[in-house]
C-alpha cells in the first residue's frame, strides 16, 4: 500500500503561483511512477501531469504546458507541481496518483493508476 497526501492549495489571484506536494508513505517511492489529475465542479477528472519513477520524463496536458512543472524528489518521497501563470479555469481539487512501475516513464490514463490522495483545493479568483 502507499499513502499519498497532497498539500499546498489555497486561494490565489489570477497570474499568480502555487505550489502543490503530495506526499508519499509506505512503499519505496522510487519505484512508482506518479501523476497529478484535477477535478473541477461537474466536471470529470483530467490529467495535468506525469512523471517517470525516477524524474527523467514528464508529460503534460496541453492545457498545462508552460506554466505547470512536475517534478520529484526521491530522497524524500514527495512529488511537486509548480503552478504559474494561474487562470480561473485551472480551479479545481488536484490530486496525486501512484502506481508501482518496472519502466521508467510516465503516463497519462487514469485508470493505470493504483493509489490516489485525497485532493487539495486550488481556487483562482479573476
Known amino acids: 500500500q502507499v499513502q499519498l497526501v497532497e498539500s499546498g492549495g489555497g486561494l490565489v489571484q489570477a497570474g499568480d503561483s502555487l505550489r502543490l506536494s503530495c506526499a508519499a508513505s509506505?512503499?519505496?517511492?522510487?519505484?512508482?511512477?506518479m501523476s497529478w489529475f484535477r477535478q473541477a465542479s461537474e466536471k470529470e477528472r483530467e490529467f495535468v501531469a506525469a512523471?517517470?519513477?525516477?524524474?527523467?520524463?514528464?508529460v503534460y496536458a496541453d492545457s498545462v504546458k508552460g506554466r505547470f512543472t512536475v517534478s520529484r524528489d526521491n530522497a524524500k518521497n514527495t512529488m511537486y507541481l509548480q503552478m504559474n501563470s494561474l487562470k480561473p479555469e485551472d480551479t479545481a481539487v488536484y490530486y496525486c496518483?501512484?502506481?508501482?512501475?518496472?519502466?521508467?516513464?510516465?503516463?497519462?490514463?487514469?485508470?493505470?493508476?493504483?493509489?490516489w490522495g485525497q485532493g487539495t483545493q486550488v481556487t483562482v479568483s479573476s
Open positions: 496518483a501512484a502506481r508501482y512501475s518496472n519502466r521508467d516513464y510516465p503516463d497519462s490514463d487514469p485508470s493505470w493508476y493504483d493509489y
Open positions: 509506505g512503499r519505496t517511492f522510487s519505484n512508482y511512477a
Open positions: 512523471i517517470s519513477r525516477s524524474g527523467g520524463s514528464t
